[in-house]
């Protein structure tokens, strides 16, 4: 599994075309599904493993410490505070309250989940993050995410990793600012 050569894929999606988001804990597969619709009404749905899930989220701890605010930080405390406080302000502004909505949609990858065995977090000059996603074989998405989505992505996995009780961490992003342990290593 690599995060570092560019895949590219059919459909791509930029922060505005997004609709929803939804990560939940199916028990019956022991994964989290992953679902993505678009303003064009298009969804796609994706299954997570728990192994996958553990190599992506340092990853996307350190996209997220990868902000210009918090790069200029000298030390890791000042970083992971930085990092801590722009989680917070973003999930506070994102709703988490409003279900995932049931509408008529075409599925362009076909209306069963596809298991992502290849995924990717790449940087973007804008500041940006592409989340691609694809199985062994065939199609994935590329989805472009902003700072404050990337957050609120980062969230809504880690809450239903927390309830597939997969250990991903023993402690949140958010946590992570009051721990006087500096010897958190991201790759």
């Not at 969804?43 to 918090?70: C, G, H, I, M, N």
């Not at 200029?72 to 506070?92: M, R």
């Not at 402690?171 to 600012?177: K, L, N, P, V």
């Amino acid at each position: 599994m690599s995060f570092r050569n560019p895949l590219t894929y059919r459909f791509i999606f930029t922060v505005s075309q997004i609709s929803q988001i939804q990560v939940k804990f199916v028990a019956t597969e022991d994964r989290l599904l992953l679902r993505v619709s678009s303003s064009a009404q298009q969804e796609f749905r994706f299954w997570l493993t728990a192994r996958l899930v553990k190599l992506l989220y340092p990853a996307l701890y350190d996209a997220l410490s990868k902000t210009p605010s918090a790069v200029t930080q000298q030390t890791p405390i000042g970083k992971k505070e930085v990092v801590a406080f722009e989680h917070h302000k973003a999930v506070s502004q994102a709703d988490f309250t409003t279900g995932f909505k049931e509408i008529k949609q075409s599925f362009p990858l076909g209306d069963e989940a596809i298991l992502v065995t290849k995924c990717q977090l790449r940087p973007q000059k804008d500041g940006n993050t592409v989340l691609a996603l694809a199985p062994e074989e065939g199609q994935g998405i590329d989805i472009n995410l902003s700072n404050e989505l990337l957050h609120s992505f980062t969230k809504l996995l880690t809450d239903a990793a927390n309830v597939a009780q997969w250990p991903l961490s023993t402690e949140s992003i958010a946590e992570q600012s009051l721990s006087n342990d500096d010897n958190i290593t991201l790759n």
